[in-house]
């Protein structure tokens, strides 16, 4: 008895734990498995809602993994497939790919949530740097995006 019982319960845990890896990997009514799959996916929204934008290569980008350009300037965004909301090194990797590529438009780009104290943080960079402006792009904005809003 003590056998099927824990064979039951192993097997319960087992679905549920995949129910819950496949709800956390969905992106905007789409599966992606990794951050190179999430940099295209996020190319292709972008495209599709009108933006001009291009991936950057997948390693050596000096942290720029999209490029978007949009009113005559360019916006060089730091993309993060994070099971886990992102933190202020996000926002300071967009910085220095924005330096790399010489502008001041950056942004970060999450399936996750973005903390209040990250806001606060870029908020004080665009206060205190050369940065012009940073765009945090959550979960719930991509939704938007999804469904070819304009969201810079």
Same mark, same amino acid.
């Given at each position: 008895?003590?056998?099927?019982?824990?064979?039951?319960?192993?097997?319960?845990?087992?679905?549920?734990?995949?129910?819950? $890896?496949?709800?956390? +990997?969905?992106?905007?009514?789409?599966? !992606? &498995?990794?951050?190179?799959?999430?940099? *295209?996916?996020?190319?292709?929204?972008?495209?599709?809602?009108?933006?001009?934008?291009?991936?950057?290569?997948?390693?050596?980008?000096?942290?720029?993994?999209?490029?978007?350009?949009?009113?005559?300037?360019?916006?060089?965004?730091?993309? $993060?497939?994070?099971? +886990?909301?992102?933190?202020?090194?996000? !926002? &300071?990797?967009?910085?220095?790919?924005? *330096?790399?590529?010489?502008?001041?438009?950056?942004?970060?780009?999450?399936?996750?949530?973005?903390?209040?104290?990250?806001?606060?943080?870029?908020?004080?960079?665009?206060?205190?740097?050369?940065?012009?402006?940073?765009?945090?792009?959550?979960?719930?904005?991509?939704?938007?995006?999804?469904?070819?809003?304009?969201?810079?």
């Amino acid at each position: 008895m003590t056998v099927k019982l824990f064979v039951f319960c192993s097997l319960v845990l087992f679905f549920l734990a995949i129910l819950l $890896k496949n709800k956390r +990997r969905k992106v905007a009514g789409l599966q !992606v &498995e990794n951050g190179r799959q999430f940099e *295209t996916f996020l190319c292709e929204l972008f495209k599709r809602a009108g933006y001009n934008a291009r991936s950057t290569r997948f390693s050596h980008d000096f942290g720029a993994d999209i490029l978007i350009e949009s009113g005559g300037k360019l916006i060089v965004f730091q993309a $993060k497939y994070y099971n +886990r909301p992102i933190d202020t090194d996000a !926002v &300071e990797e967009a910085v220095v790919a924005g *330096t790399v590529y010489g502008t001041g438009y950056v942004g970060v780009i999450t399936n996750n949530e973005i903390p209040e104290t990250v806001r606060e943080f870029a908020k004080q960079f665009e206060a205190k740097t050369f940065v012009k402006k940073i765009y945090l792009i959550d979960g719930r904005t991509l939704e938007r995006l999804k469904r070819r809003e304009k969201i810079i």
